[in-house]
């Protein structure tokens, strides 16, 4: 009788972070090999490349974001700002994230900004949080949604336009936004 290894999501998703960090990316066949488990099993627990990547994403992203909201020191608007920029810093400042970048931009495109790796949806939800934690007025979804995309379209300009990121200009138009959700004068 073949005896089996289980294995759970979490174990591939902290499995994959391990990988990630060493290749900026995640082989399915060198991730299985160094698991000891076949790539058959890695795919029924993850259901696709770009789920496994997507949770990975998250998983760093959402340390990183941790980060950034323990070392923030302004409030309100000033507050979820400066989040970002901490956050939106160490993001780019992460190799294995930059090499995943520049080595799969359809890949990268794809899980970062659709529904396919599942990070879009779970960036806002946080982001929400954040303006909640924040003190905003009523923030919705809708709102968290439409600042994320401001944010990633001048992280991910090179990516998706071959535009220079221009994080300044996005936390400029961030800052109005947010600036008339709080009726805020500044």
């Known amino acids: 009788m073949e005896s089996r290894r289980v294995v759970s999501d979490d174990e591939v998703t902290r499995a994959g972070c391990r990988f990630f960090l060493r290749h900026g990316t995640v082989d399915m066949n060198g991730l299985a090999e160094e698991m000891c488990v076949s790539r058959a099993t890695l795919y029924r627990i993850t259901h696709s490349r770009d789920r496994l990547l997507g949770d990975v994403l998250w998983r760093l992203a959402?340390?990183?974001?941790?980060?950034?909201?323990?070392?923030?020191?302004?409030?309100?608007?000033?507050g979820v700002l400066e989040v970002t920029r901490r956050f939106t810093?160490?993001?780019?400042?992460?190799?294995?994230?930059r090499r995943f970048l520049t080595a799969?931009?359809?890949?990268?495109?794809?899980?970062?900004?659709?529904?396919?790796?599942?990070?879009?949806?779970?960036?806002?939800?946080?982001?929400?949080e954040i303006f909640r934690a924040a003190g905003l007025?009523?923030?919705?979804?809708?709102?968290?949604?439409?600042?994320?995309?401001?944010?990633?379209?001048?992280?991910y300009g090179e990516l998706v336009a071959g535009r220079h990121a221009d994080l300044a200009l996005a936390e400029r138009a961030a800052r109005e936004i947010l600036r008339r959700l709080s009726h805020d004068p500044r």
């Open 137 to 155: 007025p009523e923030p919705t979804d809708e709102l968290a949604y439409l600042y994320v995309r401001i944010i990633e379209s001048a992280l």
């Open 89 to 97: 810093g160490r993001l780019m400042a992460a190799e294995p994230f």
């Open 62 to 78: 959402e340390r990183m974001l941790a980060e950034a909201r323990r070392e923030c020191t302004a409030t309100g608007t000033d």
């Open 104 to 128: 799969e931009p359809e890949v990268a495109a794809r899980v970062l900004l659709t529904s396919a790796g599942g990070v879009t949806e779970r960036i806002v939800a946080a982001q929400h």
